[in-house]
């Protein structure tokens, strides 16, 4: 019997899985696909010939997360790779906002767009040096993280206290509006911001696009040399050098709890897999307590919150092998790892607003991936490994294109889709379509069925907004990886701190498990105790 169970081997089980292994716990991994990985994996299905990752590829959190870090991964086969610049935003009339680990090729870029915008980007960048390492120590702890709140609050009331927690805070078109000139500056920030789902008129996102910009300042947006699948491979082999067991194919069922307490999972082919001190979940919250948990473990009010609970948006994705480098108006941009494909804030306003609306936009905010560019090794020499996704409704009430796109996600609807989202590319690439050898479509359902925690395509485990964020993720009163069963976690992006590749829910949820239990419930099983018992009284 293992000590513990980990139900799912994407980054976050793995994560967890390897911490528990440290610890000198028995471990196995139940992973529902063929394969381990999660989000994080590759395969050369759209041409022999070209490496494509499935859905993840760019990994700023990573690189900065003290989580992976003190892994050690580079000493299991790990190695990264940098495209000679961070990120490009491209304009229609040849503009470009670039940015580079060099600061002052970043600067010198959105200078082009208004002199002194430059000045700017490098007073946001003294505001990281100063204030980046305690924002990034509390972010990859549990919550709440006290010792690093402490220190974060010395440092914000030095550099202005409340003016620097209301630039954190405020919408991301504001903070450009408030810093920048022109356009250059400005994009970088929102389009980094809609890396989750947050519009340039959302609070926080001004806080969140500028931690992203930083991240890759700082760190870059590295990917793993050979495909994204080297990471979770890295992961896997550190696993089981330490004795880990990692079993593909075994879709769970359902935990089981006895007497208040989890004491293993049941696979869908009827197999008891016991744990002797924990069960930990890689799921969406939602999976968890509405289909793996039996609603009679769980207090009312859980449930009554999960109803509540907000998902990020959904995804579509279109993977290319190109026969040529990608043929960009803007020079700079054919450098970049990633570019950002949008013509100015407003286009990105309206872009968001459509979702908002339930249409799906007609002018897609397209987040472009050039693989090969940042690691050579993906596809031949003179060609180009290439991916875009962009964000659609869950419910979808209309197009806003005018071609029809209702959300069946039919093969038909795909292909129109993903035309748009090439015609969209060569706004600002003219003649990329003819470069393209075979391209695969990944719409919300594919990306569902690859990945179960990717409901209809949301890549981040429930909504960044600030309503599902902090002591409110995944539910009001929670914000930490215990759960209403004893000896439950969760180890998801549905727990603090929320999606990215850098592994933080799996290992607050290892370091959970670790701790000596005391007698009764756990503080968290208390309140919601609390509050169910309240609920029935009114």
Not at 19 to 47: I, K, M, T
Not at 161 to 171: C, H, I, Q
Not at 285 to 291: D, K, T, V
Not at 378 to 388: C, D, I, L, V, Y
Request: a neutral charge; proline letters at 7%.
């Amino acid at each position: 019997m293992p000590d513990a169970v980990v139900i799912g081997a994407g980054p976050n089980g793995l994560v967890a899985a390897n911490l528990l292994a440290d610890a000198g716990w028995s471990v196995e991994v139940l992973e529902e696909q063929p394969e381990p990985g999660g989000a994080v994996r590759h395969n050369r299905d759209v041409d022999p010939d070209f490496i494509s990752d499935l859905f993840s590829s760019f990994y700023p959190l990573a690189a900065a997360s003290p989580v992976m870090s003190r892994l050690g991964l580079e000493h299991h086969g790990l190695r990264w790779s940098h495209a000679p610049h961070v990120l490009a935003h491209p304009l229609t009339d040849g503009r470009c906002a670039v940015l580079d680990r060099r600061i002052d090729a970043t600067a010198d870029s959105l200078d082009a767009f208004h002199p002194g915008d430059g000045d700017a980007w490098r007073r946001l960048h003294d505001m990281w040096t100063r204030l980046g390492p305690d924002i990034l120590h509390a972010l990859f702890t549990p919550f709440p993280p006290l010792s690093a709140t402490a220190r974060l609050a010395v440092r914000l009331k030095a550099a202005g206290g409340l003016r620097m927690a209301r630039t954190l805070v405020m919408p991301v078109r504001r903070l450009g509006d408030e810093e920048f000139r022109e356009e250059g500056g400005k994009l970088l920030l929102a389009g980094n911001a809609l890396h989750a789902d947050l519009a340039p008129e959302a609070a926080g996102s001004g806080g969140f696009g500028w931690l992203m910009s930083m991240l890759g300042q700082t760190y870059g947006f590295p990917v793993p040399v050979g495909g994204s699948g080297a990471l979770s491979q890295a992961l896997v082999r550190r696993l089981r050098t330490r004795g880990g067991v990692l079993r593909c194919g075994r879709r769970v069922r359902r935990v089981v709890v006895r007497d208040g307490r989890a004491v293993g999972v049941l696979t869908a082919d009827g197999e008891m897999v016991p744990a002797r001190r924990a069960v930990l979940a890689d799921v969406s919250a939602p999976f968890l307590y509405g289909e793996l948990v039996e609603e009679e473990h769980l207090p009312a009010q859980v449930m009554t919150d999960l109803k509540r609970f907000e998902w990020d948006f959904a995804t579509f994705k279109v993977d290319w092998a190109c026969d040529g480098p990608v043929p960009w108006q803007a020079e700079a941009a054919a450098r970049a790892g990633t570019v950002h494909l949008a013509d100015g804030m407003d286009e990105l306003t309206r872009f968001a607003a459509q979702i908002a609306m339930g249409r799906v936009p007609d002018r897609p905010f397209v987040l472009f991936g050039q693989m090969t560019t940042a690691d050579p090794s993906r596809s031949p020499k003179g060609t180009e490994a290439a991916w875009a996704y962009t964000h659609v409704p869950h419910v979808i009430r209309s197009d806003a294109g005018d071609e029809g796109l209702t959300g069946t996600w039919s093969t038909k609807e795909q292909e129109i889709m993903a035309d748009r989202i090439e015609r969209h590319v060569e706004r600002f690439a003219p003649g990329f379509r003819s470069l393209v050898r075979a391209r695969r479509i990944l719409a919300p359902p594919t990306l569902q069925s690859l990945d179960g925690n990717l409901h209809d395509g949301a890549i981040n485990g429930g909504t960044s907004a600030l309503h599902q964020q902090l002591v409110f993720r995944p539910v009001p009163g929670t914000g930490r990886p215990e759960t209403p069963v004893r000896g439950l976690y969760l180890a998801s992006a549905s727990a603090h701190p929320g999606g990215g590749v850098h592994g933080a829910p799996g290992a607050n949820a290892a370091r959970a498990a670790l701790r000596p239990r005391l007698a009764g419930l756990s503080r968290v099983q208390r309140v919601l105790t609390h509050r169910d018992r309240l609920g029935r009284k009114r």
